[in-house]
Protein backbone atom coordinates (compact mmCIF):
# COMPACT_ATOMS: atom_id res chain seq x y z
CA UNK A 1 0.00 0.00 0.00
CA UNK A 2 1.49 3.35 -0.95
CA UNK A 3 0.10 6.46 0.40
CA UNK A 4 -0.39 9.34 -1.60
CA UNK A 5 2.15 11.23 -2.92
CA UNK A 6 3.67 13.79 -1.85
CA UNK A 7 2.65 17.57 -3.38
CA UNK A 8 6.00 18.38 -2.65
CA UNK A 9 7.89 15.67 -4.23
CA UNK A 10 9.70 16.85 -7.46
CA UNK A 11 9.78 12.97 -8.78
CA UNK A 12 5.76 13.07 -8.66
CA UNK A 13 4.09 16.35 -9.04
CA UNK A 14 0.75 16.39 -7.50
CA UNK A 15 -1.33 15.41 -10.78
CA UNK A 16 -5.14 16.17 -10.36
CA UNK A 17 -6.71 13.47 -10.77
CA UNK A 18 -8.43 14.50 -14.76
CA UNK A 19 -7.53 13.10 -17.99
CA UNK A 20 -4.84 15.14 -19.06
CA UNK A 21 -7.23 16.86 -21.36
CA UNK A 22 -9.17 18.30 -19.39
CA UNK A 23 -6.45 20.61 -17.55
CA UNK A 24 -6.60 22.56 -20.82
CA UNK A 25 -6.72 26.02 -19.63
CA UNK A 26 -8.17 26.92 -23.05
CA UNK A 27 -11.26 24.90 -23.91
CA UNK A 28 -12.78 26.80 -26.93
CA UNK A 29 -9.13 26.42 -27.92
CA UNK A 30 -7.71 24.17 -30.32
CA UNK A 31 -7.44 20.87 -28.73
CA UNK A 32 -3.79 21.02 -26.88
CA UNK A 33 -3.03 18.85 -23.61
CA UNK A 34 -1.49 20.38 -21.55
CA UNK A 35 0.71 18.75 -18.94
CA UNK A 36 2.63 19.34 -15.43
CA UNK A 37 6.14 20.01 -16.17
CA UNK A 38 8.36 16.66 -16.07
CA UNK A 39 5.20 13.79 -17.19
CA UNK A 40 5.40 12.12 -20.14
CA UNK A 41 3.26 13.12 -22.72
CA UNK A 42 -0.08 12.28 -22.95
CA UNK A 43 0.67 10.88 -26.42
CA UNK A 44 3.84 9.79 -25.25
CA UNK A 45 2.86 7.44 -23.01
CA UNK A 46 -0.42 5.83 -24.32
CA UNK A 47 1.05 5.70 -27.87
CA UNK A 48 3.45 7.16 -29.08
CA UNK A 49 6.39 5.06 -28.62
CA UNK A 50 4.82 2.68 -30.22
CA UNK A 51 6.34 1.71 -33.22
CA UNK A 52 5.05 1.02 -36.49
CA UNK A 53 4.19 -2.57 -36.53
CA UNK A 54 5.10 -3.33 -33.35
CA UNK A 55 2.10 -4.14 -30.98
CA UNK A 56 3.49 -2.99 -27.51
CA UNK A 57 1.82 -3.83 -24.10
CA UNK A 58 1.70 -1.39 -21.68
CA UNK A 59 1.97 -2.94 -18.07
CA UNK A 60 -0.25 -0.20 -16.56
CA UNK A 61 -2.67 -0.20 -19.11
CA UNK A 62 -3.68 -3.73 -19.72
CA UNK A 63 -1.94 -5.74 -16.81
CA UNK A 64 -4.58 -6.26 -14.15
CA UNK A 65 -3.70 -4.66 -10.79
CA UNK A 66 -4.62 -6.52 -7.67
CA UNK A 67 -4.96 -6.07 -4.11
CA UNK A 68 -1.82 -5.44 -2.44
CA UNK A 69 -0.17 -4.43 -5.41
CA UNK A 70 1.14 -0.79 -5.55
CA UNK A 71 -1.00 2.08 -6.83
CA UNK A 72 0.21 3.57 -9.44
CA UNK A 73 1.32 6.94 -9.74
CA UNK A 74 -1.16 9.88 -10.20
CA UNK A 75 0.80 10.77 -13.51
CA UNK A 76 0.32 7.34 -14.94
CA UNK A 77 -3.23 6.88 -13.47
CA UNK A 78 -4.43 10.06 -15.60
CA UNK A 79 -3.11 8.70 -19.01
CA UNK A 80 -3.51 5.04 -18.35
CA UNK A 81 -7.40 5.15 -19.14
CA UNK A 82 -8.65 1.65 -21.19
CA UNK A 83 -9.55 3.11 -24.61
CA UNK A 84 -13.04 1.87 -24.92
CA UNK A 85 -14.08 3.73 -21.49
CA UNK A 86 -14.84 6.08 -23.15
CA UNK A 87 -17.39 4.19 -25.07
CA UNK A 88 -18.88 2.38 -22.54
CA UNK A 89 -17.08 -0.41 -23.39
CA UNK A 90 -19.00 -0.83 -26.47
CA UNK A 91 -16.80 -2.16 -29.17
CA UNK A 92 -19.23 -2.58 -31.78
CA UNK A 93 -19.33 0.43 -34.29
CA UNK A 94 -22.97 1.68 -34.57
CA UNK A 95 -22.68 1.70 -38.49
CA UNK A 96 -20.23 0.02 -40.27
CA UNK A 97 -20.35 2.02 -43.17
CA UNK A 98 -18.37 4.66 -41.19
CA UNK A 99 -14.61 3.77 -42.08
CA UNK A 100 -11.34 5.31 -42.07
CA UNK A 101 -11.81 7.52 -45.02
CA UNK A 102 -15.57 8.78 -44.05
CA UNK A 103 -15.98 12.21 -44.14
CA UNK A 104 -17.71 14.06 -40.66
CA UNK A 105 -19.00 17.47 -40.85
CA UNK A 106 -20.67 18.57 -37.19
CA UNK A 107 -23.85 21.01 -37.65
CA UNK A 108 -23.78 24.48 -36.67
CA UNK A 109 -24.85 24.59 -33.06
CA UNK A 110 -23.76 21.11 -31.96
CA UNK A 111 -21.04 23.22 -29.57
CA UNK A 112 -23.39 24.50 -27.89
CA UNK A 113 -25.14 20.63 -26.55
CA UNK A 114 -24.12 18.96 -23.43
CA UNK A 115 -21.34 16.55 -24.73
CA UNK A 116 -18.86 14.74 -23.25
CA UNK A 117 -15.26 16.29 -23.35
CA UNK A 118 -14.24 13.91 -26.40
CA UNK A 119 -17.00 14.30 -28.41
CA UNK A 120 -17.03 17.97 -28.04
CA UNK A 121 -13.56 17.83 -29.05
CA UNK A 122 -14.66 15.36 -32.29
CA UNK A 123 -17.57 18.38 -33.10
CA UNK A 124 -14.56 21.00 -32.40
CA UNK A 125 -12.98 19.61 -35.22
CA UNK A 126 -15.02 19.38 -37.49
CA UNK A 127 -16.05 22.46 -38.31
CA UNK A 128 -14.55 21.55 -41.67
CA UNK A 129 -15.16 18.42 -43.37
CA UNK A 130 -12.71 15.55 -41.69
CA UNK A 131 -12.18 12.10 -41.84
CA UNK A 132 -12.68 9.91 -39.14
CA UNK A 133 -8.89 8.73 -39.31
CA UNK A 134 -7.85 12.38 -39.15
CA UNK A 135 -9.94 12.87 -35.87
CA UNK A 136 -8.98 9.43 -34.72
CA UNK A 137 -4.79 10.83 -35.32
CA UNK A 138 -5.37 14.72 -34.40
CA UNK A 139 -7.21 13.86 -31.27
CA UNK A 140 -5.15 11.07 -30.71
CA UNK A 141 -7.94 8.37 -29.52
CA UNK A 142 -8.30 4.98 -31.55
CA UNK A 143 -9.74 4.49 -34.18
CA UNK A 144 -12.39 2.14 -33.03
CA UNK A 145 -13.46 4.25 -30.04
CA UNK A 146 -13.51 7.25 -32.55
CA UNK A 147 -15.39 5.45 -34.91
CA UNK A 148 -17.95 4.59 -32.40
CA UNK A 149 -18.53 8.25 -30.71
CA UNK A 150 -18.69 9.32 -34.37
CA UNK A 151 -21.68 7.09 -34.71
CA UNK A 152 -23.10 8.55 -31.42
CA UNK A 153 -22.88 12.24 -32.46
CA UNK A 154 -24.35 11.65 -35.77
CA UNK A 155 -27.57 9.08 -33.88
CA UNK A 156 -27.81 12.49 -31.63
CA UNK A 157 -28.08 14.93 -34.83
CA UNK A 158 -24.81 16.73 -34.04
CA UNK A 159 -22.80 15.53 -36.66
CA UNK A 160 -22.70 15.20 -40.22
CA UNK A 161 -21.76 11.58 -41.85
CA UNK A 162 -21.24 10.91 -45.61
CA UNK A 163 -21.37 7.52 -46.32
CA UNK A 164 -21.29 6.79 -49.76
CA UNK A 165 -23.37 4.84 -51.52
CA UNK A 166 -21.26 2.45 -53.72
CA UNK A 167 -18.86 0.84 -52.11
CA UNK A 168 -16.28 0.69 -55.02
CA UNK A 169 -15.98 3.81 -57.14
CA UNK A 170 -17.11 4.26 -60.97
CA UNK A 171 -14.58 4.76 -63.46
CA UNK A 172 -15.19 8.48 -64.21
CA UNK A 173 -14.66 8.89 -60.00
CA UNK A 174 -11.48 6.97 -60.89
CA UNK A 175 -9.78 8.72 -64.20
CA UNK A 176 -9.93 11.99 -62.12
CA UNK A 177 -8.39 10.68 -59.75
CA UNK A 178 -5.84 9.40 -61.93
CA UNK A 179 -5.87 13.09 -63.77
CA UNK A 180 -5.05 14.92 -60.73
CA UNK A 181 -1.94 12.27 -59.64
CA UNK A 182 -0.85 12.94 -63.14
CA UNK A 183 -1.01 16.84 -62.56
CA UNK A 184 1.37 16.60 -59.48
CA UNK A 185 5.08 17.32 -60.59
CA UNK A 186 7.94 15.03 -59.54
CA UNK B 1 -18.02 33.73 -40.78
CA UNK B 2 -14.33 34.15 -41.09
CA UNK B 3 -12.47 34.24 -44.06
CA UNK B 4 -11.49 30.80 -45.46
CA UNK B 5 -9.34 31.05 -48.40
CA UNK B 6 -10.25 27.15 -49.22
CA UNK B 7 -13.84 27.54 -48.82
CA UNK B 8 -14.93 26.04 -52.00
CA UNK B 9 -17.57 29.48 -52.67
CA UNK B 10 -13.86 31.40 -52.89
CA UNK B 11 -12.20 29.17 -55.31
CA UNK B 12 -10.45 31.80 -57.96
CA UNK B 13 -12.54 31.99 -60.86
CA UNK B 14 -15.98 31.39 -59.77
CA UNK B 15 -18.54 33.77 -58.02
CA UNK B 16 -19.09 33.61 -54.49
CA UNK B 17 -22.66 32.70 -54.01
CA UNK B 18 -24.42 34.94 -51.53
CA UNK B 19 -25.26 33.15 -48.10
CA UNK B 20 -23.51 30.07 -48.99
CA UNK B 21 -24.09 26.80 -46.68
CA UNK B 22 -22.20 27.73 -43.47
CA UNK B 23 -20.61 24.13 -44.09
CA UNK B 24 -18.77 23.23 -47.73
CA UNK B 25 -19.78 19.88 -48.59
CA UNK B 26 -17.02 17.13 -48.01
CA UNK B 27 -14.91 15.79 -51.04
CA UNK B 28 -15.34 12.14 -51.78
CA UNK B 29 -12.75 9.93 -50.05
CA UNK B 30 -11.27 7.32 -52.08
CA UNK B 31 -8.36 5.27 -50.89
CA UNK B 32 -5.41 3.55 -52.14
CA UNK B 33 -3.86 0.98 -49.38
CA UNK B 34 -0.31 1.02 -48.79
CA UNK B 35 0.81 -2.66 -47.04
CA UNK B 36 4.32 -4.10 -46.64
CA UNK B 37 6.07 -5.63 -44.04
CA UNK B 38 8.14 -3.72 -41.55
CA UNK B 39 10.55 -0.69 -42.39
CA UNK B 40 9.80 -1.71 -46.02
CA UNK B 41 8.79 1.96 -46.75
CA UNK B 42 5.33 2.09 -46.07
CA UNK B 43 5.84 5.65 -44.27
CA UNK B 44 8.13 7.03 -46.86
CA UNK B 45 5.78 5.96 -49.40
CA UNK B 46 3.05 7.92 -47.87
CA UNK B 47 4.91 10.31 -46.91
CA UNK B 48 6.71 11.19 -50.01
CA UNK B 49 3.14 12.12 -52.20
CA UNK B 50 0.77 13.05 -49.04
CA UNK B 51 0.39 16.84 -48.23
CA UNK B 52 -0.08 16.71 -44.98
CA UNK B 53 2.97 14.71 -42.99
CA UNK B 54 1.91 11.35 -42.75
CA UNK B 55 -0.42 11.18 -39.37
CA UNK B 56 -1.20 8.04 -37.14
CA UNK B 57 -3.86 6.65 -36.02
CA UNK B 58 -4.53 3.80 -33.26
CA UNK B 59 -6.69 0.52 -33.86
CA UNK B 60 -7.33 -1.57 -31.15
CA UNK B 61 -7.75 -5.22 -31.49
CA UNK B 62 -10.45 -6.68 -29.27
CA UNK B 63 -13.01 -9.28 -29.83
CA UNK B 64 -12.20 -9.61 -33.47
CA UNK B 65 -8.52 -10.45 -33.02
CA UNK B 66 -9.39 -13.53 -30.95
CA UNK B 67 -7.56 -16.92 -32.67
CA UNK B 68 -5.44 -14.41 -34.79
CA UNK B 69 -3.11 -13.33 -32.31
CA UNK B 70 -4.48 -14.71 -29.05
CA UNK B 71 -2.50 -13.55 -26.44
CA UNK B 72 -3.13 -16.64 -24.31
CA UNK B 73 -4.93 -17.48 -21.19
CA UNK B 74 -2.22 -16.55 -18.46
CA UNK B 75 -1.66 -13.46 -19.62
CA UNK B 76 -4.61 -11.35 -18.86
CA UNK B 77 -4.02 -8.92 -21.94
CA UNK B 78 -6.98 -8.54 -24.07
CA UNK B 79 -6.36 -5.60 -26.64
CA UNK B 80 -3.38 -5.65 -28.88
CA UNK B 81 -2.54 -1.77 -30.81
CA UNK B 82 -1.29 -1.36 -33.75
CA UNK B 83 -0.10 2.20 -35.71
CA UNK B 84 -1.13 2.83 -39.19
CA UNK B 85 -0.07 5.57 -40.90
CA UNK B 86 -2.00 7.97 -43.19
CA UNK B 87 -1.56 10.94 -45.47
CA UNK B 88 -3.96 12.25 -48.31
CA UNK B 89 -3.72 13.95 -51.45
CA UNK B 90 -6.74 16.92 -52.39
CA UNK B 91 -7.15 15.68 -56.17
CA UNK B 92 -10.50 18.60 -56.62
CA UNK B 93 -12.50 20.13 -54.10
CA UNK B 94 -14.48 17.53 -54.59
CA UNK B 95 -12.39 14.49 -54.31
CA UNK B 96 -9.74 13.42 -51.99
CA UNK B 97 -7.28 10.74 -52.23
CA UNK B 98 -6.81 8.71 -48.71
CA UNK B 99 -3.48 6.43 -48.58
CA UNK B 100 -2.97 3.59 -45.70
CA UNK B 101 -0.09 2.65 -44.73
CA UNK B 102 -0.92 -0.83 -43.13
CA UNK B 103 1.77 -3.60 -41.76
CA UNK B 104 1.12 -6.57 -43.81
CA UNK B 105 1.47 -9.11 -41.24
CA UNK B 106 -0.95 -11.67 -40.69
CA UNK B 107 -1.65 -11.02 -37.14
CA UNK B 108 -3.03 -7.89 -38.22
CA UNK B 109 -5.36 -9.03 -40.71
CA UNK B 110 -8.10 -7.96 -38.53
CA UNK B 111 -8.55 -4.74 -39.47
CA UNK B 112 -7.88 -5.37 -43.38
CA UNK B 113 -12.01 -5.65 -43.94
CA UNK B 114 -12.32 -2.31 -42.63
CA UNK B 115 -9.37 -1.67 -44.26
CA UNK B 116 -10.35 -2.30 -47.81
CA UNK B 117 -14.44 -1.61 -48.12
CA UNK B 118 -14.12 0.49 -50.57
CA UNK B 119 -10.70 0.89 -51.57
CA UNK B 120 -9.50 1.49 -55.06
CA UNK B 121 -6.22 -0.61 -54.66
CA UNK B 122 -3.21 -1.33 -52.70
CA UNK B 123 0.26 -0.95 -53.81
CA UNK B 124 2.43 -3.75 -51.45
CA UNK B 125 5.70 -2.20 -50.77
CA UNK B 126 8.54 -5.02 -51.03
CA UNK B 127 11.81 -5.23 -50.04
CA UNK B 128 14.13 -7.88 -51.23
CA UNK B 129 16.04 -9.03 -48.89
CA UNK B 130 12.43 -9.75 -46.85
CA UNK B 131 10.18 -10.78 -49.33
CA UNK B 132 7.97 -13.15 -47.23
CA UNK B 133 6.99 -10.11 -44.81
CA UNK B 134 4.43 -9.49 -48.07
CA UNK B 135 3.08 -12.87 -48.57
CA UNK B 136 0.33 -12.44 -46.05
CA UNK B 137 -1.10 -8.54 -47.52
CA UNK B 138 -0.81 -10.39 -51.35
CA UNK B 139 -2.56 -13.48 -50.24
CA UNK B 140 -4.85 -11.37 -48.55
CA UNK B 141 -5.73 -8.83 -51.67
CA UNK B 142 -5.90 -11.71 -53.74
CA UNK B 143 -8.92 -13.37 -51.83
CA UNK B 144 -10.73 -10.24 -51.55
CA UNK B 145 -10.19 -9.45 -55.09
CA UNK B 146 -8.48 -6.04 -54.59
CA UNK B 147 -6.70 -4.39 -57.45
CA UNK B 148 -2.52 -4.91 -55.88
CA UNK B 149 0.21 -3.76 -57.85
CA UNK B 150 4.02 -4.73 -56.31
CA UNK B 151 6.13 -2.35 -56.38
CA UNK B 152 9.49 -3.22 -55.21
CA UNK B 153 11.20 -0.64 -53.41
CA UNK B 154 14.77 -0.15 -54.33
CA UNK B 155 16.54 1.47 -51.63
CA UNK B 156 19.20 3.72 -53.48
CA UNK B 157 18.73 1.87 -56.76
CA UNK B 158 20.10 -1.16 -55.66
CA UNK B 159 18.09 -4.62 -56.55
CA UNK B 160 18.75 -7.85 -55.08
CA UNK B 161 16.72 -9.90 -57.79
CA UNK B 162 15.35 -9.13 -60.89
CA UNK B 163 11.84 -8.64 -61.28
CA UNK B 164 11.26 -12.34 -63.14
CA UNK B 165 12.71 -13.80 -59.57
CA UNK B 166 9.79 -11.52 -58.05
CA UNK B 167 7.35 -12.56 -59.14
CA UNK B 168 8.20 -16.56 -59.21
CA UNK B 169 8.89 -15.57 -55.73
CA UNK B 170 5.38 -14.27 -54.96
CA UNK B 171 3.96 -16.81 -57.75
CA UNK B 172 0.81 -13.95 -58.16
CA UNK B 173 -0.75 -14.00 -61.41
CA UNK B 174 0.69 -12.73 -64.85
CA UNK B 175 -1.94 -9.53 -64.86
CA UNK B 176 -0.02 -8.28 -61.27
CA UNK B 177 1.86 -5.74 -62.21
CA UNK B 178 5.42 -5.89 -60.56
CA UNK B 179 7.37 -2.97 -60.87
CA UNK B 180 10.13 -0.86 -58.63
CA UNK B 181 9.99 2.46 -57.28
CA UNK B 182 12.14 4.63 -54.85
CA UNK B 183 10.09 5.01 -51.57
CA UNK B 184 11.75 8.85 -51.10
CA UNK B 185 10.48 10.35 -54.46
CA UNK B 186 7.13 11.53 -55.41
CA UNK B 187 7.62 10.98 -58.81
CA UNK B 188 8.39 7.41 -58.30
CA UNK B 189 5.57 6.76 -56.01
CA UNK B 190 3.24 8.76 -58.25
CA UNK B 191 3.98 6.84 -61.11
CA UNK B 192 3.48 3.28 -59.04
CA UNK B 193 0.50 4.91 -57.95
CA UNK B 194 -0.52 5.27 -61.17
CA UNK B 195 -0.75 1.91 -62.01
CA UNK B 196 -2.75 0.69 -59.39
CA UNK B 197 -5.54 3.14 -60.31
CA UNK B 198 -5.21 1.72 -63.50
CA UNK B 199 -5.61 -1.64 -62.32
CA UNK B 200 -8.48 0.34 -60.37
CA UNK B 201 -10.15 1.44 -63.56
CA UNK B 202 -9.85 -1.92 -64.92
CA UNK B 203 -11.93 -3.23 -62.42
CA UNK B 204 -14.37 -0.58 -62.30
CA UNK B 205 -15.11 -0.60 -65.66
CA UNK B 206 -15.55 -4.87 -65.69
CA UNK B 207 -18.04 -3.68 -63.25
CA UNK B 208 -19.97 -2.03 -64.85
CA UNK B 209 -20.26 -3.88 -67.74
CA UNK B 210 -21.22 -7.15 -65.99
Given at each position: MRYPADPDDPDHPAAP????????????GRYSPALPAGTPSFGEHRFGSHRFDEPQFDEHQYGEHQYGEPEPQPSEQTTSLRPFVLTSGRVDGLDPNIGLETQVCSH????????SPEQRAIVHLCGEPLSVAEISARLRMHFGVTRILVGDLRAAGHLDVHVLESDFPDPETILRVIRGLRSISS | MDFDPYHPDRAVGTARVPDAPQRPTPPVPVKIIVAGGFG???????????????????????????????????SGKTTTTIAMDFGCVTIDQTLKLYLFG???QSRFAFMWDDLVRGALGALVVVDTTRIDDCYPAVDYFERAGLPFVVGVNTFNGQ???????????????????????????RGSVRDALLVVLDQALDKAMKMRSS
Amino acid sequence: MRYPADPDDPDHPAAPGVRPYLRDTNPGGRYSPALPAGTPSFGEHRFGSHRFDEPQFDEHQYGEHQYGEPEPQPSEQTTSLRPFVLTSGRVDGLDPNIGLETQVCSHVGALSARLSPEQRAIVHLCGEPLSVAEISARLRMHFGVTRILVGDLRAAGHLDVHVLESDFPDPETILRVIRGLRSISS
Amino acid sequence: MDFDPYHPDRAVGTARVPDAPQRPTPPVPVKIIVAGGFGVGKTTTVGAISEISPLTTEAEMTMEGIGVDDPGQASGKTTTTIAMDFGCVTIDQTLKLYLFGTPGQSRFAFMWDDLVRGALGALVVVDTTRIDDCYPAVDYFERAGLPFVVGVNTFNGQLGYNLDEVRWALAVRQDVPILTFDARFRGSVRDALLVVLDQALDKAMKMRSS
